[in-house]
């Protein structure tokens, strides 16, 4: 017992005078990131079921946001200035403290494959929050990737008119909806995986919060 | 291979260890963290309640405005949407209206007046022998709904642009209103009335346009979503003062561009 104590206490002193495992700009972007990400799944499945792209697929009323359509409308495009500049905030601060190429970076198949296996079979460490396994960079970067996807499709439709190459981009505006839902469809399945990770290590909650 | 996995491993054990101590602890930490973590939680979010409140809906009213002000400002004036050719045609084209195709206003043609009112200094009262004396043009482009949908059609009419130059409107007003013979209002900012591809449209797809399109005519935008497009005009005013309109003054944004 003695000897456990000894083992743990050292680094948890040091820990609160070493800087944070996130830092406060980072955590208070991942929050307000994860606020309006969600704002704008649940109200864009409200503003799905009015025509959807897929017609067997229907989103059950009681998971979305809004109310009706109108409803629904006036949170996803309030949702959007939150997650635009709270994103763009987040984006320039990560490249700018370099922080992106140090947490995410190198990142190889390799190393995903191993930590995948690794995951899978209970062996991978999450002793160090400082350092993201290669699944988890893969992870974190596919959602950045993808909801830069979400929010060029969905500009392509709101202003198909007017952003002509976005929504070439797209293969036009029919199919820029198409590529939302699918690039929603990503995300929706990387929180579901997010949080079960979240709850099955749940001192990464309490770093995102504390930042330690 | 076999010690570095068992080296993680061990770590692994007495992190978890140092996780349960830690949270055996705080039981009040540990269920704070459990309700953040239920989708229970972000699910307060959803169903309509949150929408009822007073507050809320002030606040999104606020931002919708906003995005007016956003939409005017992204709008480009000489941007033209794009057309399409004959055989890209939907058909048949969709009958939407707030009613069933049942109720669609019968107009009689021989007895119609279109009345311009507001802002204008020429023709106020107009039959549709003179309308449709105007220019004529033709158009083949994407009729976009708020619900998603979208379907391409073909509209013949006047720009409606020199339409209201001819009637001597103040073309800088602000808004240009509609009232319509099935009860619908809508209103446009200027920059879209003035549009080149803003048309006042008689005809769909060669033929005069028929009632479940808007009989004797609408206005068509390819550059604003449906519901923008007013049908079975009778009266078209041009102010300074907010018209709103059918679906606006529900809740859909005024500007509704695309």
Not at chain 1, 159 to 182: I, T, W
Not at chain 2, 18 to 29: F, N, T, V
Not at chain 2, 33 to 43: A, I, P, V, Y
Not at chain 2, 101 to 115: A, F, T
Request: include cysteine.
């Amino acid at each position: 017992m003695e000897t456990t104590k000894a083992i743990l206490t050292p680094p948890r002193d040091a820990a609160l005078r070493s800087p944070p495992v996130h830092p406060l700009w980072l955590r208070i972007t991942h929050w307000l990131n994860a606020l309006a990400a969600l704002i704008m799944m649940f109200s864009g499945w409200r503003i799905y079921d009015a025509s959807p792209v897929f017609p067997n697929l229907v989103i059950p009323r009681s998971l979305t946001l809004g109310g009706w359509l109108g409803g629904a409308l006036q949170w996803h495009f309030a949702a959007m200035w939150l997650l635009t500049l709270n994103g763009g905030v987040y984006l320039a601060l990560n490249v700018a403290s370099g922080r992106f190429a140090a947490k995410f970076f190198p990142l190889s198949p390799r190393g995903v494959l191993r930590d995948f296996v690794a995951a899978l079979r209970g062996h991978l460490s999450h002793a160090d929050p400082r350092q993201y396994n290669s699944v988890q960079k893969l992870a974190y970067l596919v959602v950045i990737v993808d909801l830069v996807v979400l929010v060029l499709s969905g500009l392509a439709i709101w202003k198909s008119v007017q952003f002509p190459l976005l929504r070439e981009l797209m293969g036009g505006y029919d199919n820029a909806r198409v590529v939302h839902f699918c690039a929603m469809a990503v995300m929706a399945a990387f929180v579901v995986v997010h949080v079960t990770m979240v709850a099955l290590v749940p001192r990464s909650l309490l770093t995102m919060l504390r930042g330690r | 291979m076999k010690t570095p996995d068992r080296k993680i491993a061990t770590l692994d054990r007495a992190a978890i260890l140092a996780d349960a101590r830690r949270e055996l602890d705080m039981p009040s930490r540990r269920l704070f963290g459990k309700r953040l973590l239920t989708l229970g939680g972000l699910s307060l979010l959803t169903g309509c309640s949150i929408t009822d409140d007073e507050s809320v809906n002030h606040f999104l009213s606020a931002v919708s405005r906003l995005n007016d002000r956003a939409q005017a400002f992204l709008f480009d004036p000489n941007r033209l949407a794009p057309t399409y050719s004959e055989s890209q045609l939907t058909r048949p084209f969709p009958f939407n209206a707030f009613y069933g195709i049942d109720d669609v206003p019968e107009v009689n043609g021989g007895d119609y007046r279109l009345k311009l009112s507001g802002l204008v200094t020429g023709q106020r009262v107009w039959t549709l022998p003179e309308l449709y004396a105007l220019p004529h043009a033709e158009q083949i482009t994407r009729h976009i709904c708020v619900e998603g949908w979208s379907a391409i059609g073909h509209w013949g009419g006047t720009p409606f642009a020199g339409f209201l130059r001819r009637v001597g409107a103040d073309t800088t007003a602000k808004y240009v209103g509609f009232r319509c013979a099935d009860d619908y209002y809508e209103s446009i900012d200027m920059p879209t009335a003035l549009h080149p591809q803003t048309l006042l449209t008689f005809d769909y797809d060669g033929e005069r346009l028929p009632a479940k399109y808007g009989y004797p005519m609408k206005l068509r935008m390819p550059t604003k979503l449906g519901y923008k497009n007013p049908k079975h005009i009778v009266e078209i005013f041009v102010t300074n003062t907010y018209p709103g309109g059918y679906w606006v003054d529900q809740g859909y944004n005024w500007f509704g561009g695309s």
